[in-house]
T-cell receptor, first 114, second 115 residues
């Protein structure tokens, strides 16, 4: 049973517009959420994170929103740029020490159209 | 170093052969993690270390997989008697000292192909 779900395998957005990537989770024990960006043949690159005590975290063009009651988070990228075209993974970790393995979603392929 | 380093980039093995993958975490990071990406977009957690101690190995196939993180050496993931289904990209990640909410930083991965 998948504990972290990204239901959109792909998303196409026009350059300059807002990209919204969604992620749902089922495990109530998750308390830390991360977004990673991945280009082909490279490792995931950390983008932004949020802990369960917050509902929003912002870093430049990237904002992550967390709705704990709905077990839903989203990543907003504004304005979208061509270099944002990549696969985006949502990941979560459960309460515990820093050695907890991450649980990943299956990713959303974001395509930024010129 | 400033980045997680993984070697080799590519590894080809015949079924039944041994495969050994290496990971050097970011300098100063005490936690090391191994993940397996079998299908294009699915990551599976294998094992984590706190310094040289195994912390969580719930994802490790016990029979053929083993891992170590020894002082002053790169961490390693070894697969004895590889099978076709072991073909995957293996990612190593590290995170800083400290418990709780820590970001994991990933290496570029080792692509293992078992023929």
């Amino acid at each position: 049973d998948q504990q972290v779900k990204q239901n959109s395998p792909s998303l196409s957005v026009q350059e300059g517009r807002i990209s919204i990537l969604n992620c749902d989770y089922t495990n109530s024990m998750f308390d830390y959420f991360l977004w990673y960006k991945k280009y082909p043949a490279e490792g995931p690159t950390f983008l932004i994170s949020i802990s369960s005590i917050k509902d929003k975290n912002e870093d430049g063009r990237f904002t992550v929103f967390l709705n704990k009651s709905a077990k839903h988070l989203s990543l907003h990228i504004v304005p979208s740029q061509p270099g944002d075209s990549a696969v985006y993974f949502c990941a979560a970790s459960a309460i515990g020490g820093g050695a907890d393995g991450l649980t990943f979603g299956k990713g959303t392929h974001l395509i930024i159209q010129p | 170093g400033e980045e997680v380093a993984q070697t080799p980039k590519h590894l080809v093995r015949g079924e039944g052969q041994k495969a050994k993958l290496y990971c050097a975490p970011i300098k100063g990071h005490s936690y090391v993690f191994w993940y397996q990406q079998v299908l294009k977009n699915e990551f599976k957690f294998l094992i984590s270390f706190q310094n040289e101690n195994v912390f969580d190995e719930t994802g490790m196939p016990k029979e053929r997989f083993s891992a170590k993180c020894l002082p002053n050496s790169p961490c390693s993931l070894e697969i004895q008697a590889t099978k076709l289904e072991d073909s995957a990209v293996y990612f190593c990640a590290s995170s800083p000292r400290g418990a709780g909410l820590e970001t994991q930083y990933f290496g570029p991965g080792t692509r293992l192909l078992v023929l």
